[in-house]
């Protein structure tokens, strides 16, 4: 009864559904840059094809990215962890970065956004990602009106009907209530992002600050958003949660007994936040359509029932669901739980030699979600390290194991698998060239049950 009645007397959350230009024209370049989550091979489609990509654009977008590199390189380095956290605040250079792209999606025009930004980069920062913003949203504009902003005020209604639906603000404080969070804002606007190609099956969500950003295509149903939405809105309702409960659940998730407990953490994040899109969800859909990736939907079935409890009456996600959470992972994924693929959903990758198809293979074929720098690994001593090496670039890592050489000798290629202090491991992905290493990360993907240090494969 307490909770039902702090629920009333909490201010509602409340959602804005927006079609506008200028949010668009931030969302592409986030996406082009790949500093958003999106769709980037269609975007890139549509503004090389469509929109005949021109230099003038690339070297505004280059622009663009060097304004941010340099903002989130002076960042300071993110406190030490054993595992890569699962959420985008705890990275100083991501959280500087995401408030820019969130003063973007606030703004109007771009001297909107130098007010909004005003405090939160350099006068050189905020002149520069101001030009390439008014820049590419005057290249925008022609489509934006003849085509982008018809199609999406078409679906403007359908969304909104879905968001202001009973009960939707209730259970979004519900979610917040099982996350711990500190929320200042419960205002949330949704950007409906139209694409090019509206018959396309693949489409996505993110969030950024107070904005959830869907693109619309034919196939994703705006009467149907609301799951979608709430996925988006669980992530951050996640990152709100104080830095000591995410530290603690670490921790928790370190000193487990399970020895894959780091892929479990990884995909934390994303397993809840399915397990709250299934379970408003009018009707089941295929694990592919719900998530593409091999087990991110797999797990939130799986804690789905147990997640609507806890919902409803508790616990909460730092406060008593770990136990809840970890096993019914740990059964439904079985021996895939130490499969590489499923440990390599958190790495830090390094590539040494010429290796660009090979790291286009990673992408595609590993289930990778959080990634950092190779150079910060002693700041995560029990992350999973991933190389990829060529035969010629041996000796920069054959005095760490014996076996290097010699599989070099009788091989095109093979993965060697090693320790790394408790949790962690060492994955070498190795090949007499680039092609041969393709072959050994298809090999290693395919691989779906527990492997045993040393060497996982060899190819001929």
Same mark, same amino acid.
């Given at each position: ?10 201010? /509602? ?30 975007? !890139? ?28 390189? %002076?960042?300071?380095? /993110? ?19 995401? *408030?820019? +792209? ?26 520069? +990602? ?24 078409? #679906?403007? *209604?359908?969304? =909104? ?13 519900? +979610?917040? %209530?099982?996350?711990?969070?500190? +929320? ?30 869907? !693109?619309?295509?034919?196939? $994703?149903?705006? &009467?149907?958003?609301? /799951?979608?939405?709430? #996925?988006?809105?669980? #992530? ?9 409960? #995410? ?22 994040? !994303? ?5 709250? =899109? ?13 998530? *593409? ?20 009456? $508790? ?63 002693? %700041? ?15 000796? &920069? ?5 014996? !076996? ?15 320790? *790394? ?28 049950? $527990? ?10």
């Amino acid at each position: 009864m307490l909770f039902l009645a702090l629920l009333v007397a909490a201010a /509602p959350f409340q959602f804005h559904i927006d079609v506008a230009e200028f949010p668009n024209a931030v969302y592409h370049l986030g996406c082009l840059s790949g500093r958003s989550p999106c769709t980037k091979r269609e975007i !890139e489609k549509f503004w090389h094809g469509d929109l005949h990509w021109k230099n003038a654009d690339q070297r505004q977008l280059d622009a663009w990215t060097a304004a941010l590199d340099s903002l989130a390189g %002076r960042q300071p380095k /993110p406190p030490e962890s054993p595992f890569l956290p699962n959420y985008a605040n705890f990275y100083p250079g991501l959280r500087a970065v995401n *408030r820019i +792209i969130a003063a973007g999606l606030d703004s109007r025009s771009p001297a909107e956004f130098r007010k909004h930004a005003a405090t939160l980069a350099s006068a050189n920062e905020i002149a520069q +990602i101001s030009a390439a913003l008014a820049y590419f949203q005057q290249r925008l504009r022609p489509w934006w009106r003849s085509k982008g902003q018809p199609y999406a005020a078409a #679906h403007q *209604r359908s969304v =909104q009907t879905a968001m202001d639906a009973p009960g939707v603000s209730v259970t979004a404080d519900r +979610i917040a %209530r099982f996350m711990e969070s500190e +929320i200042t804002n419960r205002e949330y606007r949704i950007d409906l992002i139209p694409r090019s190609d509206p018959k396309s099956d693949g489409a996505t969500a993110t969030v950024v600050g107070n904005h959830l950003l869907i !693109e619309v295509t034919d196939a $994703g149903e705006t &009467a149907d958003a609301l /799951p979608f939405m709430m #996925h988006e809105l669980t #992530h951050a309702l996640y990152d709100l949660a104080p830095l000591r409960l #995410h530290q603690q659940l670490i921790r928790d998730f370190g000193s487990a007994s399970e020895p894959n407990s780091q892929p479990l953490y990884s995909i934390l994040n !994303e397993g809840i936040a399915t397990a709250v =899109q299934i379970n408003l969800m009018r009707q089941a859909m295929p694990d592919q359509d719900v998530y *593409r990736d091999p087990f991110i939907p797999r797990i939130g079935r799986a804690v789905s029932g147990s997640l609507a409890r806890a919902l409803d009456n $508790g616990p909460t996600l730092f406060h008593g669901f770990f136990d809840t959470y970890f096993r019914a992972s740990a059964a439904e994924l079985k021996e895939e739980l130490a499969s590489p693929l499923f440990n390599l959903s958190s790495a830090m990758p390094l590539s040494i030699g010429k290796l660009d198809e090979a790291e286009k293979a990673c992408h595609s074929y590993l289930a990778t979600h959080w990634t950092g720098d190779f150079a910060d690994r002693n %700041r995560f001593p029990e992350v999973n390290l991933l190389v990829l090496i060529t035969y010629d670039m041996l000796d &920069a890592i054959s005095d760490n194991w014996s !076996e290097i050489i010699p599989l070099s000798q009788v091989h095109r290629g093979f993965a060697f698998v090693a320790p *790394r202090n408790t949790k962690g491991r060492w994955y070498v992905l190795a090949g007499k060239d680039d092609g041969a290493v393709v072959d050994v990360v298809k090999r290693l993907a395919a691989i779906r049950t $527990g492997a045993s240090d040393g060497v996982l494969l060899t190819i001929d």
